[in-house]
């Protein structure tokens, strides 16, 4: 009988260790043969059993998971690239698109998987998405992305929201920038026809709920995803890092990790 060797575990290191997602995929790493571990890090001074510096998790790690801030998740990526040898799961959201151009140009010299969000349903309600958009015609549809999070989130619209919005975009080949209309108030006017609005709810512990609307006067089209549990994006980036861990140097995103890129 041919003997397979099992392979070493994926050594990961999780940045904002202290934080929800940081804790999160920790405990999913837990008593695990195919991924370890070796370095938790967290915001320079801040004291906590275990900690360590960037540096040694750097040292330390194939993979860094990184889901801090976007100041946190740039400064990541440009030591890591000048470094060498490991590669980046990063899920900060709330990126400017100076920040996000920063850490995809780590992408020039290491692996660096970036995504507003990790799991599988949502990969899949973006293709959805561009579909339903390039099928209905902005004259009859209106497009609208909801999004709903806990009341500790500090970035709106989500990082998921904005890909849902650009993915509707594309699919109607325009640029989210020039139809996006990311909050309402006041004496609006009535819609304009192709803009992509964006409504927010903070509140409680909603982990997560998406849903883009395609309004038209005879009928609704609603796509939506609701995260249960946020060990599901711990989940998603585990497999990302598993992915990644001595991958080529590249941007990638979890379109890539799922082979959904069409
Ligand atoms: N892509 C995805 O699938 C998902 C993305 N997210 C995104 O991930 C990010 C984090 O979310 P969440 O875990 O809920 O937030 P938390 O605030 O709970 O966690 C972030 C952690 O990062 C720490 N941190 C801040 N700066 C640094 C630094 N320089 N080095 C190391 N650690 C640092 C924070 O410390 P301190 O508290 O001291 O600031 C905190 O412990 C958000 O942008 C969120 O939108 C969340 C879920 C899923
Ligand atoms: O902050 C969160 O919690 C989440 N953030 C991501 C986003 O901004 O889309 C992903 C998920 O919805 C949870």
New binding site residues.
């Given amino acids: 009988m041919t003997q397979t060797a099992a392979s070493a575990p994926v050594k990961i290191a999780v940045?904002?260790?202290?934080?929800?997602?940081?804790?999160?995929v920790a405990k999913l790493c837990e008593g695990r043969d195919d991924v370890v571990v070796v370095a938790r890090?967290?915001?320079?001074g801040?004291d906590g059993e275990g900690l360590v510096s960037?540096d040694e998790a750097l040292a330390l790690a194939d993979v860094v998971i990184?889901?801090?801030?976007?100041?946190?998740s740039v400064?990541?990526a440009e030591k890591a690239a000048g470094r060498g040898g490991v590669a980046l799961v990063i899920?900060?959201?709330?990126l400017s698109p100076d920040q996000a151009r920063r850490i995809d140009q780590a992408g020039e010299r290491i692996a660096v998987v970036r995504?507003?969000?990790?799991?599988l349903g949502?990969n899949l309600l973006i293709g959805l998405t561009r579909q339903a958009a390039a099928a209905l015609d902005p004259r009859d549809f209106d497009i609208e992305v909801f999004e709903a999070h806990?009341r500790?989130?500090?970035?709106a619209p989500?990082?998921?929201a904005l890909m849902l919005g650009e993915a509707a975009a594309e699919g109607r080949c325009v640029n989210l920038a020039d139809v996006q209309v990311p909050a309402r108030h006041g004496l609006t006017g009535p819609r304009t026809e192709g803009e992509i609005g964006f409504s927010v709810v903070r509140g409680g512990d909603i982990i997560?709920e998406h849903s883009v609307v395609f309004a038209g006067d005879e009928e609704i089209l609603t796509l939506s995803h609701s995260a249960r549990d946020?060990s599901l994006?711990a989940r998603?980036?585990v497999v990302a890092a598993k992915w990644a861990a001595g991958k080529g140097a590249g941007a990638y995103d979890m379109q890539d990790v799922l082979g959904m890129r069409g």
Avoid: C, W
């Fill in positions: 940045a904002g260790a202290l934080g929800r997602m940081g804790q999160a890090y967290e915001r320079p801040v960037i990184d889901f801090t801030t976007p100041e946190a400064a990541l899920g900060s959201t709330g995504a507003g969000n990790f799991s949502v806990h500790r989130k500090v970035d989500s990082g998921t997560g946020r994006f998603g980036a």
